[in-house]
């Protein structure tokens, strides 16, 4: 492997791998979103299948898997190009492929995102760490109650205020700042949370 360059950046970035928000990042106000392709695609999708047109459906595919890349590597560069530290959780698709949200797991990519993470991480000199993320999404940021609403339908909430010290918090992004946190400790020795 070539050595690695200099990092371009100075930021220090948690990332929280989401759904509907597909990526947030601790340092932005913003997440980094784009639209549902397995679901945009699905109409016409379903009715090239059910007309057993072989071809039009691969191209179909096609597409879906060539705009998720597309958007994942204009990301992850955007994100790796302004970092010293990127720091990721350990979300696995498995869990969550059986339930109703199933759909939306397997078109988030999460895994890609991790992979062009790391990669880009790598060539820049950046520092990369995979983080336990079991309890970003409860814990307070601020206080480190862990006082946020749990469990599946908890999916739905996006803002909460700790019950601990009155910190309003958008989900994500507090996952996020926790992600982070959790990434310093390990390059620190100190036990992750
Ligand atoms: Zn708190």
Redesign the pocket.
Known sequence: MDAPGLPLGDNEIGIDLGLKNQVMCSDVDAPYSRENLTRTHEAALGMAQRARKKPRVKAIHRRIAHARKDWAHKTTTAIVNRATLVVVGNVSSAKLSKTRMAKSVYDAGWSQLRTLLEYKARRLGVTYREVNEAWSSVT?A??L?R?GPRGLSALGVRVWT?A??G?VHDRDHNAAHNILRCGRATLSGIPRL
């Open positions: 307070c601020d206080c109650a006082s700790c601990a010290c910190g």
